[in-house]
Every structure is written in structure tokens, then in C-alpha cells.
């Protein structure tokens, strides 16, 4: 008897021990909108939702956001719904330095 009593108390205390079951969270796809800190009065713009001291883009088509999550994602449970990056839009500049000139100073390489 003593001895089942301690095989169940090891059973109980290694249950215990466990972390509970995690949920499934959002399935499907899903991304991380991006999201800046707002300064002074500073309202958010137009393609934004305002989420605390922080202005967040809002989501693509097929995509709903949630804020309760820490960082704010949009996700989707569509299985076709397709997350399509911005694209940067820098483009350097076009002139070539006259034949004797150097750079800015520092660029040696």
C-alpha cells in the first residue's frame, strides 16, 4: 500500500509539473504588420489603425488583423490567401563622378 502511494504521488507531482496544453493558434497564413511609435499628438495615418502609443498598418485583403497578440499579426484561415511584401522603391542615383574626382572622403574602397 505505502508503495502505490508513492508511485502516485510521483504521477500526481509529474502531471503538475507539466505546462498545460498550448492552444493551436491561428492557422492558415498569417504575417507581422509593420507598426511605429507615435509621437506628441501625432494621429495615425489614413492605412493605419491606432494600437496604444503605435500607429499599425492595416492588413492586406483576405487578411484580418489582431491586436490582442503581442506583436500585432494579420492572418488569414483562407488557404489561398497570399501575403505580398512592399517593394522598396530607392533607386540610386544615376551620375558618375568627372575622371579626377574622388568620392566623399572616407569611401577609399
Request: overall charge positive; charged content about 35%; glycine content about 0%.
Given at each position: 500500500m505505502n508503495r502505490k502511494a508513492i508511485w502516485l504521488g510521483f504521477l500526481v507531482a509529474g502531471l503538475a509539473a507539466m505546462p498545460p496544453a498550448l492552444a493551436q493558434g491561428k492557422k492558415g497564413a498569417y504575417y507581422e504588420p509593420s507598426q511605429?511609435?507615435?509621437t506628441g499628438m501625432e494621429t495615425c495615418l489614413k492605412d493605419e489603425v491606432m494600437n496604444g502609443a503605435n500607429c499599425v498598418k492595416k492588413c492586406q485583403a483576405d487578411f484580418k488583423l489582431d491586436l490582442t497578440s503581442h506583436p500585432p499579426i494579420c492572418?488569414?484561415?483562407?488557404?489561398?490567401?497570399?501575403?505580398?511584401?512592399?517593394?522598396?522603391?530607392?533607386a540610386p542615383p544615376d551620375h558618375?563622378?568627372?575622371p579626377g574626382k574622388k568620392g566623399p572622403p572616407g569611401n577609399d574602397g
Open positions: 511605429r511609435l507615435r492572418f488569414s484561415n483562407r488557404p489561398d490567401a497570399r501575403y505580398d511584401p512592399p517593394r522598396p522603391t530607392f558618375k563622378l568627372p
